[in-house]
Structure formats: C-alpha cells, structure tokens
Nanobody, 124 residues
Framework: QVQLVESGGGLVQAGDSLRLSCAPS????????MGWFRQAPGKEREFVAAISWSDGNTYYADSVKGRFTISGDNAKNTVYLQMDSLKPDDTAVYHC?????????????????WGQGTQVTVSS
C-alpha cells in the first residue's frame, strides 16, 4: 500500500549530472534504511547506494563511489541521489527502496517497499 515515487531521470551525455529524488506517496511511514538500485537492459539488478536514517551513514557500490552521493531528509522520508560524472554504463532504470532494518543494506530482497523507477540514459 505504501508507494515510493522516483523522479529526476533523463537523457544526458557522459560527464553530465543528474539528481534523483525519491519520496513516499500517501501516508508517511517509518523506515531505517533507504537505498537506490538500478537495472540495465539484460542485466541483473544491482545495488547503488544506501543511507541509514539513524546515524546518517552512507554506503556505495564500488562502481559509483566518488561520483554519486546519497542524502536524505528524514522528516520527509525522502532520499536523493546526486549523480556526477555520469558514464554510459550508468544507463539503467533506477529504483529507490526502503526497509525497517539496518542490516544487509545492499541486498534488494530485504527491502519491503519499492518505487516504479526512473530512467537514466547516458549517451556517448
């Protein structure tokens, strides 16, 4: 019943930046962790980044470390993903998700709520 809505995707060129947002739709809810995952055509879903509401700790996949930054507004249960120095390999549908646990932040199957996703396409 709880739905997350992503926004901010688009078509950009390599080296450009995008900022994704993820916010709950309807009633607010409690969560401990929010994360971003992505899935490219023909590939498995992969972890991108996550943030723990309790202490603000962030986690990143090696492929995006140093280029992407995750942040959030706990009061709004909203998470952001600032993506800089985008590469063609970053092309994918990006999904946000949340869960009420603080472990296994990189395992998608442990997240209880997911958004529909937003398309990010990086050319060149």
């Amino acid at each position: 019943q709880v739905q997350l809505v992503e926004s901010g995707g688009g078509l950009v060129q390599a080296g450009d930046s995008l900022r994704l947002s993820c916010a709950p739709s309807g009633r607010t809810f409690s969560s401990y962790t929010m994360g971003w995952f992505r899935q490219a055509p023909g590939k498995e879903r992969e972890f991108v980044a996550a943030i723990s509401w309790s202490d603000g700790n962030t986690y990143y996949a090696d492929s995006v470390k140093g280029r992407f930054t995750i942040s959030g507004d706990n009061a709004k249960n909203t998470v952001y993903l600032q993506m800089d120095s985008l590469k063609p390999d970053d092309t994918a549908v990006y999904h946000c998700a949340t869960k009420r646990s603080t472990t296994d932040y990189g395992l998608g199957r442990t997240y209880g709520f997911w958004g529909q996703g937003t398309q990010v396409t990086v050319s060149s």
